[in-house]
């Protein structure tokens, strides 16, 4: 038995209550006459997150979110299984089933993302299917390609009905979709959406009852921006481990009431909302429901101080009461030593106008801009004092394809940076100033399978990702240590952005506007085609 002020998100009160609990499940609730300085909340659900992207396997994650007052996740694989397909994706479920956090996932619907960039796996309908059939997938995955839908593509509608078939929800990822072809998404069976980046298309979308997952991730942070047009959960998308250790749903619950919404409304949306909508016996504290309990100091700041899950403590005063031991896999690389030949772009004339990838600080969005640059023995450079850089995606399944082109908005003055986090199929992405940097931090990627490498005068600064080339075994600290000892030096070369390494894993992001890259080449998302480098 535990007691204290209940917010009972149910009615929208808050009342003292002792809470009775056996087997992992709450027996009864009783109102008391007492006065309590804490108050007792249902454990906090993240709605939609790809756990790859913390870098960390999904038992070193729940090791770092338990203790925040993180209860349940659910979590799209999609990252993984671009990469290694359904071995991946039961890699997940096996490390996960390991530790307390439930960890609940959706079957990837696009793998890969597009039929435009080359991926480590292909996960058809057939397959979808069978993994729906999972007790551990609690939805078909966010519909990335929604051309498809509005194309009524056979495979991908196929995907849609094994859902319904299943009786799970679809999510959906339509960004800045409206009108006609927003109503013919939603009519297919697609109920939520995490990407609006403005008020008028969450307003759009909720008219037409859509659920709104209000989005605060270590790269893409709408929740602040949107929170005056309504919402119906708050997500993270996408948490770096450095963010991850300062603080998970419990942070964005706080960054919500300081931003003027209701304390009760915004528990509701990490709770509630997506234990019905998942259909969890989960998010609500009354009989029947399973006993996942956080109880925090106060409903501003959501300090944490103990957290139950299933009727046991899991994580006390910040720390996590649990152990853990992650399994290693076998590397995922096929691909040849690259020189710094392979990163240029060869052109007979002085200079050439070319199309310049514009990066958004804080959005996974981009723009597209032009720009005039010379060309030195055949070979089409990049203008360091404008800020446009050369960036390159290699290929790493063993095509060995590579595509190069330029960007502005990182502000190298040196060196290169390499990622084989690359969204969605996880190819090697480069920036870079100069094709020997870009070349030997590559190389270097590799003979780490993967990871993310700083490369500049000879010398490497690496992270070391061997789980896919998108987690590491070690634990959020050692992960975010290493992490910051990267953006120390990259700051010290010039990059401006809060989290590079993350922006530019968006990239090769082909379903979110406006210019992207992948293996395949330089990629327009509204045309939804290949467009040329040099205008």
Known sequence: MIKGNLVDVFTERIYPAEIYFSDGVIECVKP????????????????????????????????????????????????????????????MIKDAATVPL?????????????????????????????????????????????????????????????AKKHKKPVDGHAPLLSGEELCKYIKAGISTDHECTIASEVIEKRKLGMKIMLRQGSSAKNLVDLIDAGGDFIVSDDKHPEDLIKGHVNLMLKEAVQSGLDPIKAIKMATLNPATHYNLNKGLIAPGKA????????????????????????????????????????????????????????????????KVIEVIEGQLLTEESESVLKVSDGKLMPDIKKDILKISVLERYGQNKITNAFVQGFGLQDGAIASSVAHDSHNIIVVG?????????????????????????????????????????????EVSLKLETLHNVLEDIGCKLDSPFMTMSFLALLVIPKLKISDGGLFDVEKFEFVDVIK
Not at 39 to 54: Q, R, T
Not at 77 to 87: D, F, K, S
Not at 141 to 159: R, Y
Not at 292 to 307: C, G
Request: charged share 25%.
């Open 102 to 162: 439930n960890i609940f996932f959706t079957a990837p619907s696009c793998v890969p993302a597009t039929p435009f960039e080359t991926s480590g796996a292909i996960i058809n309908a057939k397959e979808i299917d069978k993994l729906l059939d999972m007790d551990e997938i609690v939805a078909l995955g966010e519909m990335m390609n929604f051309p498809g839908v509005l194309a009524d593509d056979i495979e991908v509608m196929t995907k849609i009905n094994a």
């Open 32 to 91: 008391v006459e007492d006065k309590f300085n804490h108050f007792i909340l249902p454990g906090f659900i993240d709605a939609h997150i790809h756990i790859e992207s913390s870098m960390l396997t999904p038992s070193k994650f729940a090791e770092t979110v338990v203790p925040h007052g993180t209860t349940s996740v659910v979590s799209d694989p999609h990252e993984i299984a671009n990469v290694l397909g359904t071995r991946g994706i039961k890699y």
């Open 291 to 354: 006993a996942d309990i956080v109880i925090v100091d106060n409903l501003e700041d959501f300090n944490v101080k103990d957290v139950f899950i299933g009727g046991k403590k899991v994580a006390s005063d910040g720390k996590p009461l649990f152990s853990i031991n992650s399994p290693d896999l076998q590397s995922t690389f096929n691909i040849k030593d690259k020189v710094p030949d392979d990163f240029e772009i060869l052109s007979s004339n002085k200079e050439e106008k070319v």
């Open 433 to 477: 100033t100069n094709s020997q940097d870009m070349a030997e931090a590559a190389n270097k990627l590799v003979k780490n399978n993967g990871g993310l490498v700083i490369a500049f005068n000879g010398d490497h600064h690496s992270l070391k990702l061997p789980i896919a080339g998108l987690m590491s075994n070690e634990t959020a600290a």
